[in-house]
DNA sequence: TCCTACAATGGACAATGTCTAAGTCAAGCA
DNA sequence: TGCTTGACTTAGACATTGTCCATTGTAGGA
């Protein structure tokens, strides 16, 4: 997380007491969290930061690849730390939770060609469901 | 698509106007249409049905496993009337067009148990991701 | 230390989705 | 065919998530 904020301060970023509380909420092994949730503890730690600049700067750690964008609920985007590993995603359909998941092959050399519909192919994106051991005990 | 009507009033659904032409608009091979494109349409053809009635429609068609929510976008939800047949998608970075898919292998099988946390995996989505022949001549 | 471009603020606005109370109607039944 | 009833529909308020903009603040270089 130190190694984030000198990489993005090397690449030119200014830093600002905001934009480095929201770098240091972002940390983390399966951590992916909501803009809100970001914000929410953001706040606890700087209370005066404001919602539209959790967005922004959200959006532009994403636009520099230093986080992910992920869609597995289907109500707010959620953000991943892990953006330099390439990983997929296990949800629990009850609860929600999510853990980063590494399958094995490829998915990319399963789409064959006349499948394609003449689109150039460059990523995929997986995402396992299923219950997690608290909700199946529950 | 008649068929759906049917099959919906074998499962003892209450036909009504507004349903009716919920089901009509969501007929077809590739057809991912946002909550609000479907109501567009519908008031196109029944002028007085009401947002919330097609919220209501598209949610029970839903449950009844007769249509499956996609989250290509991330912005709204869209609707997939092809729930009969499992499939993927492939999705335009830059237009949003959407096609339906049918991959080689099974991703489920790729994924190892240590890699399931303990979670009952029962489903696996996967969206391919590229450019549409039309986005790549632009 | 001072300047200036870039960042943060907060509040309005937009898009999507949910809820509720009241009115309406499909379908079964006499 | 004409009731009856409970399920369906409606309009609009409300909630959540996200975006925009004009103003104010400040990091970092000269």
Redesign the pocket.
Known sequence: MSDLLERL?GRG???????RVVAEVLDGEHVHL???EVHARAVAK?P??????V???L?ELVSLGEVLEVATD????RYDPNAHQPHHHLVCARCGAIRDVHPTGNPLADLPDSERFGFTVSDVEVTYRGTCPNCASA
Chains 1, 2 share one sequence.
């Open positions: 301060r970023w200014r830093m600002t007491a905001q934009r909501t803009a809100d700087l005066e930061i404001s919602r539209a600049t967005y922004n700067t959006g289907k109500r707010a985007k």
